[in-house]
Structures are given as structure tokens and as C-alpha cells.
């Protein structure tokens, strides 16, 4: 069965940095567009970032732009979101998604890509 799990969530201070990572298995990995999502509690799902099945693409809301980096490695079936500079708003649960196709929404549904890992949770605080 088609999976995404992401890591590396947790406990970042302001200004520093954490790393994300999300596996994916069981569906061609390279040839699908991965999407990094956020959700506070009560708010619509925020989109953070995308890139493209071959690497070659990205995309970032203005949130984040400038301060994360989104990446892949297909060989490992891995994407990965590096988050600089972090700031208390970026507090979340951040999921990782993937779909054949580029469909922007700067607020996705959950039925707007084909696949979604289970999340983890961002907590930026002193």
C-alpha cells in the first residue's frame, strides 16, 4: 500500500533550524510532484512548498521563501524540507503529499492530492 511517513519534527527555538523528512513507498516515487502542507488548529491547510517530480522545479509560499528549502532524493524515495530561520507562527503539523500532477492551491483539500502522509508536529517556542 501506497505510504508517506514523514520525521524530524519537534521542538525548535526561534531562529534555528529543523529538517523534515518524508519517505514514500509502494508507488513511483520520480515520477510523482511532492507538496509540503501545514495545518494549524482551527485554520484551512496552508500550502508550503513543491517541487517537481525530476527536482528541476520548486515553489514556495511567501511565508517561507527565503528561509526553508525543499529538496529530493529519488534514488532514496525521500523529500525533504530544511527550515531555517524559524519563526512561532510556523507552529504546525506539517504533512507531506504527492500527486502526478502540479495543482497549486495556497489552501489545499485533503482530496486535492492523491496521497498524504500522517503529518508531524512543528512546535517553535522559546
Known amino acids: 500500500q501506497v505510504q508517506l511517513v514523514e520525521s524530524g519534527g519537534g521542538l525548535g527555538q526561534p531562529g534555528g533550524s529543523l529538517r523534515l523528512s518524508c519517505a514514500g513507498s509502494?508507488?513511483?516515487?520520480?515520477?510523482?510532484?511532492m507538496y509540503w502542507v501545514r495545518q494549524v488548529p482551527g485554520k484551512r491547510l496552508e500550502w508550503v512548498s513543491t517541487?517537481?517530480?525530476?527536482?528541476?522545479?520548486?515553489r514556495y509560499g511567501d511565508a517561507v521563501k527565503g528561509r526553508f528549502t525543499i529538496s529530493r532524493d529519488n534514488a532514496e524515495n525521500m523529500v525533504y524540507l530544511q527550515m531555517n530561520t524559524l519563526k512561532p507562527e510556523d507552529t504546525a503539523l506539517y504533512y507531506c503529499?504527492?500527486?502526478?500532477?502540479?495543482?497549486?492551491?495556497?489552501?489545499?483539500?485533503?482530496?486535492?492530492?492523491?496521497?498524504w502522509g500522517q503529518g508531524t508536529q512543528v512546535t517553535v517556542s522559546t
Open positions: 509502494e508507488f513511483t516515487f520520480d515520477q510523482y510532484w
Open positions: 503529499a504527492a500527486d502526478k500532477d502540479y495543482i497549486f492551491s495556497r489552501n489545499p483539500t485533503r482530496n486535492l492530492y492523491q496521497y
Open positions: 517541487i517537481s517530480a525530476d527536482g528541476k522545479t520548486v
